[in-house]
């Protein structure tokens, strides 16, 4: 309940529910030293779809701060809302569902934007990476105004590493995604997730980069390489654990002392007939 209220207060607007009586959910307030107050207990989303509602808003604001109330307001609705306004929807969902409906046949692009606040203990030194499984080349990431770049992955999908100097750390960080996905029975519909654990043999090898190949490690910050470690093996600081050489070495630490004496003889054998390569 909101009443009784204050002898200065003027009601506005009064609403009621079925075998309730009826209850103020609008009202100004005057104090004796000049002051003013504005106060509304609506506020669903579908209210500001309202244009009287919306007109009531402003006037209340207006009124409160010694301003006039502007003639000219428009108030968006539908399709219209979503085209010029921010507005808020699920993620993950498809833009038909995140709508109810309204952007059902939408067919562009559609722009997310959140808040992030990350601990400074989450952010490796080689910064973070932003994951959106199953999204391609349609998408485009932002943080704090800088571009990311875009690293595919066949197991996650989509990769976008978030450097460590484009982060506040314990503080605000803005996020915006823009995904174009072509028909509304798409949209933002799998869950991202932002992984914060970096190897310590990738802080190496990124330290390693900053000190020694500095290029290597902006072309890696661009997007040229999938990876710290293809950043290093490029510049020939690492080497590659795949290639035939180092999978040798693996399988000949492996080996017993009988299979190393077969392979031996068999590598004598090939020598002997000129079949060294």
């Given amino acids: 309940m909101t009443s009784p209220l204050a002898p200065e207060t003027t009601v506005l607007l009064t609403g009621s529910v079925k075998d309730h009586p009826a209850e103020p959910v609008a009202w100004t307030f005057l104090r004796q ?6 106060y509304t207990s609506m506020g669903h989303v579908k209210d500001f779809g309202n244009a009287d509602f919306v007109r009531m808003l402003l006037n209340g ?34 833009w038909k569902d995140a ?3 309204v952007l059902s046949d939408y067919d562009g692009a559609a722009w997310y934007r959140c808040v992030l606040r990350l601990r400074e203990e989450w952010v490796a030194p080689a910064g973070i990476l932003f994951e959106i499984p199953q999204h391609g080349s349609g998408v485009q990431v932002w943080l704090n105004g800088f571009p ?36 509304g029975d798409r949209g933002w519909q799998v869950a991202a997730g ?35 470690r293809k950043a290093a093996i490029a510049a020939g600081i690492h080497q590659d654990s795949h290639s035939p050489l180092m999978r040798l070495k693996a399988n000949w630490k492996k080996a017993s002392a009988s299979e190393r004496r077969q392979f031996r003889r068999w590598l004598k054998s090939r020598e002997r007939n000129g079949n060294g390569r």
């Avoid at 999908?157 to 996905?181: C, P, Q, T």
């Avoid at 802080?203 to 290597?216: I, T, V």
Wanted: glycine letters at 8%.
């Fill in 33 to 38: 030293d000049g002051g003013r107050s504005f």
């Fill in 61 to 94: 604001i207006c009124w409160a701060v010694g301003m006039s109330s502007p003639s000219d307001v428009e108030v968006a609705t539908g399709r219209e809302q979503f085209a010029r306004h921010w507005s808020l929807i699920p993620v993950p969902a498809s």
């Fill in 99 to 101: 709508t109810s409906g």
């Fill in 148 to 183: 990311l770049a875009r690293r595919p992955d066949r197991k996650v999908g989509s990769r976008y590493l978030i450097r460590r100097d484009w982060i506040e750390a314990n503080d605000a960080n803005l996020l915006v995604v823009r995904i174009d996905d072509g028909s």
């Fill in 194 to 228: 932002i992984r914060t654990t970096v190897s310590g043999e990738t802080a190496k090898l990124e330290k390693r980069l900053a000190e020694e190949a500095p290029g290597y490690l902006e072309r890696f910050h661009n997007g040229e390489f999938p990876s710290i």
